[in-house]
């Protein structure tokens, strides 16, 4: 009993770190809906090119609710593919919070930061890159249109009825209140699956598959990162602070975490296997990046 009231203490806590984060990301797609509609397309044109380089950079910020707001922006294509793996890759959840509890250098601490931040950016504008050289290639825009009102369409909020209480500032709230609740719930869910799941396994069986060979590990890391949760962030980083993997190995793991980014992003992008290839995006440019970390010896 004291065990599953432990799973569900954490589920709730993890669950409601994300509602302030939710919520003002809905609050800003509903204004960009309701207020600047016409604009918006625009707005996406001029900053789309410089998107990756503000993705990585505030996704470094230690959070798990960032890489949610992302999901939910990418999925209304308010922010490009590039940016959104951008911001996958440099989130750093509870990693910075969990080394300054353990008396981590702060300068060592800056440069891992900055590793994940550089390969964020640096991936993020080629995937950017690739994605219009392709669109070229088909004679299609360089990225699909502004759709906020798709989302909305999904998650029956009626945000975009033409009634004026739906555009005052009450109407914008409560349609933005109606999508975080819907995405607070999906995630407590599954958040209570994926406790249970890691409470079954055990950390100490999660440290043992990770001291295999080395390949091994950055796969190993690179899926355990992929589980939609800010509890392997703290597992991985713990392994390397006991000196139990290698940095490249930590680090495919950090980058591949995105905290519950990819859960919400399967929630409310509608096109499953665009969602797939971003998941698998990730995770290949991940663990590859922390292989090469090793193979080239770098250390901090």
Not at 97 to 126: D, N, R
Not at 187 to 216: C, F, H, M, Q, Y
Not at 234 to 262: H, P, R, W
């Amino acid at each position: 009993m004291e065990l599953i009231l432990d799973i569900v203490l954490d589920a709730v806590i993890d669950s409601v770190k994300i509602l302030p984060f939710l919520f003002i990301t809905y609050l800003i797609m509903e204004y960009l809906e309701n207020k600047t509609q016409d604009y918006t397309a625009a707005i996406v044109q001029k900053t789309e090119h410089f998107g990756p380089l503000l993705g990585g950079i505030f996704g470094i910020v230690p959070q798990c609710g960032f890489s949610a707001a992302a999901s939910n922006l990418y999925a209304g294509r308010v922010i490009t593919l590039g940016t959104l793996i951008a911001i996958y890759l440099s989130t750093s959840d509870e990693m910075i919070p969990l080394l300054i509890s353990e008396h981590f250098p702060i300068g060592t601490m800056i440069k891992i930061l900055i590793i994940k931040a550089v390969i964020g950016i640096i991936a993020g504008f080629i995937i950017d890159f690739v994605v219009h050289i392709h669109h070229r290639a088909h004679n299609r825009a360089d990225e699909d249109p502004v759709r906020i009102s798709e989302l909305c369409e999904k998650e029956h909020c009626h945000c975009d009825d033409d009634d004026d209480d739906h555009h005052g500032f009450m109407g914008i709230a409560k349609s933005a209140l109606v999508h975080t609740i819907h995405i607070f719930l999906f995630v407590l869910v599954l958040t209570l699956i994926l406790n249970a799941v890691i409470e079954l396994i055990g950390e100490d069986r999660l440290s043992a598959l990770l001291k295999t060979n080395p390949i091994v590990s950055h796969i190993l890391a690179g899926l355990i990162g992929l589980i939609p949760n800010c509890a392997p962030s703290v597992i991985i980083t713990e392994l390397y602070l006991d000196q139990m993997i290698t940095l490249g190995t930590m680090m495919s793991g950090l980058l591949v975490g995105a905290g519950i980014g990819l859960l919400v992003l399967f929630r409310v992008n509608p096109e499953r296997k665009v969602n797939i290839n971003t998941a698998i995006l990730l995770f290949a440019i991940g663990t590859i990046s922390g292989l090469m970390i090793d193979l080239f010896g770098i250390t901090i």
